[in-house]
């Protein structure tokens, strides 16, 4: 009955929003020839870049709708020309819709009446990538997802080697490992750009949200050059990044590898990837899972590689809280809230790590984005208050991105603000005892929109900067009220 069945799924998607899922539970399991076909939706595939893959032409998939701005993506690999056709069924009490992208344009198909299922197929002419978004006219709760299309054998997920030749000093490609997921856009044979200058790396830090196309196709084509090899790391199964990366900065490759075990990220193959890329990028998801599978291996080794021999590493969202020197690691417990975790100098959300990289100009920092959009800026006075004083805290709004080069000078590009927070000669920490609000006082931020910049080593900067203040024992703890 659809009662039932809505009931079943809805405590499921509530459990599965709540608790902290395991890295190895994030991928299906795969057999040495092709992935396990996707059954439901990732929990964070509410854009293109973040769609859940996987996807098998005619299996039903489940999913839900939770509120009036949730919407879900997903990608699946078309092999010829012929034709997609979408059913979309849910509850009746319901009204969502559904629209079919390619890999770059606008809508070629589109389910929008209120039909119970949501029916319609289109013909293309092309294989690829293509797109399929899930949205609510009205209501919430489940539905069940089913896609036909032209789909031939599924995607390699190891027991192979890739045939690939010696590169630039790296040696000859590993033979890639059994349940390694990767997609592979490009000649996965090394380049060797001519531009790298060692000991001059560049970080590039981003809020999550929309990603900043001219964070990629300046500010790290810049640093590089239009021929550089790109690795996208992740933990759950999506391959959004590569046709938008390779056409945004004309790689010579790229490639997304779905990296959520420590034998993973242990394996030759993945270090070979990564060390061998002149641009890593670190998708959204949980920089937790990431920490946990990836700290002290030889992912993270190439990690460093990267940086040190002149290229750029960056993340959104949870890739961005993972390049600082110290990192909010919420293991196992739920997010901090700004609200709450003023109210308690060693709240239960609030738990710190050492982070796994060493970029100079990120030394003494703890990140943090969504910035503006979830009102961080006591959790983030917070996380300042429990670090030493020559800590400062580096926030991202979504849509926003920092190009944090090797010398410190840092330059915003995107739609919104960069905030920097750090001790002054007048803050003054009042009150931080465990069991009691905070008490803060007089912390310096500094505000910076798109094209301005900072120094990170000085401080030195053409922003607005101004003192703010936190008082946990308050409803309206900020002051000055509006401290954005």
Known sequence: MKTDKAAEFNLENKMKKLKQISLAGMILAASTVSMACTTEETASNNSDRDATAGICSGTTLQGSISNRRDVDWFSFEVTSAGTISVTLDHDSRDDFDWDLYPASGSSIASGSTSQIPETG????????????????????????????????????????????????????????????????????????????????????????????????????????????????????????????????????????????????????????????????????????????????????????????????????????????????????????????????????????????????????????????????????????????????????SEGTSLFVEADGNATVVGSYEIYVLYNGTSSNLQQGQCGSPVIYNNVNRVKLLSGQSINLNTLQHNGDEIEISIDGRNTQFYSPTSPY
């Open 121 to 396: 197929s289109t013909s293309v002419s092309n294989a690829g990538t293509y797109y399929l978004k899930v949205s609510r006219y009205s209501g919430t709760g489940w539905y069940d997802l089913t896609i036909n299309f032209p789909q031939g054998s599924g995607g390699d997920t190891g027991g192979g080697n890739t045939g690939g030749t010696d590169g630039c000093g790296y040696g000859a490609i590993p033979s890639k490992p059994s349940g390694l997921t990767e997609y592979v856009t490009g000649d996965i044979n090394d380049v060797c750009p001519s531009g790298l200058i060692a000991g001059n790396g560049a970080s590039l830090l981003m809020g999550g949200g929309s990603d900043v196309d001219n964070a990629f196709s300046q500010n790290v084509v810049n640093h590089i050059g239009s021929s550089m090899d790109t690795v996208v790391l992740r933990a759950d199964d999506s391959n959004g990044y590569n046709s938008y990366l390779a056409s945004l900065m004309a790689s010579d490759s790229v490639i997304t590898l779905v990296v959520d075990s420590r034998t993973l990220a242990n394996s030759d193959y993945v270090e070979w990837l990564v060390k061998s890329a002149e641009f890593v990028f670190v998708a959204g998801g949980d920089q937790s899972a990431y920490l946990n599978a990836w700290e002290n291996t030889k992912l993270s080794a190439a990690l460093q590689h990267v940086y040190d021999k002149g290229g750029v590493i960056g993340g959104t969202s949870a890739g961005m809280a993972v390049m600082g020197s110290t990192m909010y690691d919420p293991d196992g417990i739920l997010g901090a809230v700004s609200s709450e975790v003023v109210t308690n100098y060693c709240h239960s959300t609030l738990n710190f790590s050492q982070g796994m990289l060493s970029v100079p100009a990120l030394a003494n920092t703890v990140t943090d984005t969504h910035f503006y959009e979830r009102d961080r800026m006591g959790r983030s006075m917070v996380f300042l208050a429990r670090q030493a004083t020559n800590h400062k805290v580096i926030a991202a």
